[in-house]
């Protein structure tokens, strides 16, 4: 993966204290925050802007959202919605965040970007995550606007010019196929020169528009092994253990591990994960206490039999990669080839 050295030794050295010295069974690898609901697009694939009105109109004050990431104790947080953009305190939440040395990760979809850039200041405890589902029209088939993937490459640009660290996430579906995908990462990755990609295939939320294109498990599968053949895997800064990378393309296999990044929302924190609602707690505490945990998962959820999103398993694929020196020296090589490559 390429996560900057500093990042990895940091992120490191917190999950060996969490599993050798704290001797803790569940901890949070990363946050996910969610500030607010309300979007600036109303993609095929989201479940999240079909809340009411009310709730949409809600933004969470500063104050409670840097406070659940210090009562999880999690190295790093990234800030979803919605559209965190449209918050209006969203860079103070960022600069408290930063002062706390958490490593911050802002999703948008970039339609604001180049506007709000002024509000922010570069850190390498801070990135920009921008939503890139595609080339142009695909991308912008996936929103339901035209131009968004224009503005977004445009807000890339001006991002990386001014020192921000700037990566991308992509979403695919039953749609793509080796090649569709082939083609936007070589773009993001040689083009665009982006730090590093994140890569899922879609999760099925119960409340999204489109319900016939969301990928099942060997689809998934299929889809990855034919991706990542000729030596792409190795090319493309991939922000993914490799033991994740196996697991999409089939090579392993996994059991869920939803804690590792739980949720935290204007409705609390969500068991058991951001894809799915099963009620909402107010401390970190009674969701990891009060959770059964091994009710979720494939096998166990009929929910989750086709899910395969980082969100439950590379949490999973980082802690047995800790569990191996063959898998911890193999990650160690792939973050130093991946930070040279760039």
Known sequence: MAMPLRQTVRVSTYLMQQKLLKRRDKFPLIVELEPLFACNLACEGC???QHPAGVLKQRMPVAQAVGAVLESGAPMVSIAGGEPLMHPQIDEIVRQLVERRKYVFLCTN???LRKKLDKFTPSPYFTFTVHIDGLRERHDA????EGTFDEAVEAIKEAKRRGFRVTTNSTFFNTDTPQTIIEVLDYLND???VDEMMISPAFAYEKAPDQEHFLGVEQTRELFKKTFAGGNRRRWRLNHSPLFLDFLEGKVDFECTAWGIPNYSLFGWQ?????MSDGYVPTYRELIEKTDWSKYGRGRDPR?????AHCG???TAVLATMGSLTESLRA???TIGANRRH
Do not use: F, H
């Open 142 to 145: 996936s929103v339901a606007k």
């Open 304 to 308: 989750c039999e086709n899910c395969m």
């Open 47 to 49: 479940g999240k802007i």
């Open 271 to 275: 068991r058991p994960c951001y894809l």
């Open 313 to 315: 398993y590379e949490p």
């Open 332 to 334: 160690v090589r792939e």
């Open 110 to 112: 970039a339609l604001l």
């Open 191 to 193: 083009d665009l020169q």
